[in-house]
């Protein structure tokens, strides 16, 4: 039986992960936590394997079936859909400095961790020291990563 959007609203996570699936090879795993994860299963060169196309509701149950029709395509001419998204993933990363990726990754920290990211002004009473400059010493570093160490004083 085909799942329904209906019927996807009704599942109810149960003390293990269980399956409920829709059909040519798309499934959702409902998980302890509430979580609901689609999922295609599929046979190639004799070997099942399984590719994870998103989470309910972030992808819609359309959705889910058009991107469950285009690993289908690449099953059909002999190409693993689960080792090209891995592949994908990694070529992705190749191009990427470790300052780029460092402000992504603190980007992406602050977004989900973080409701509100606007600081507000205090009305308190509690007044703040006037900063200082740093020592002569650390005058030579001005980034916060630098290439050659600097000299010891």
Known sequence: MALTDTALKALKPKEKTYTVTDNR????????????????RYRLNGKYEKLSL????????????????????LVAIGESPAKKKQQAKVAGGENTTVAEFAERFFKDIQQ????????????????????TPPPARFA???NACSTTPSPAA
């Open 25 to 40: 090879g798309l499934y959702v795993e409902v998980f302890p936590s509430g979580g609901i994860a689609w999922r295609y």
């Open 54 to 73: 998103g989470k309910y509701p972030d992808l819609t149950l359309k959705n889910a079936r058009l991107k469950r029709d285009e690993a289908a395509q």
């Open 112 to 131: 989900r961790d973080r409701k509100n990211t606007t600081i507000a002004a205090s009305s308190g009473a509690r007044r703040t020291r006037a900063s």
């Open 140 to 142: 030579a570093c001005s």
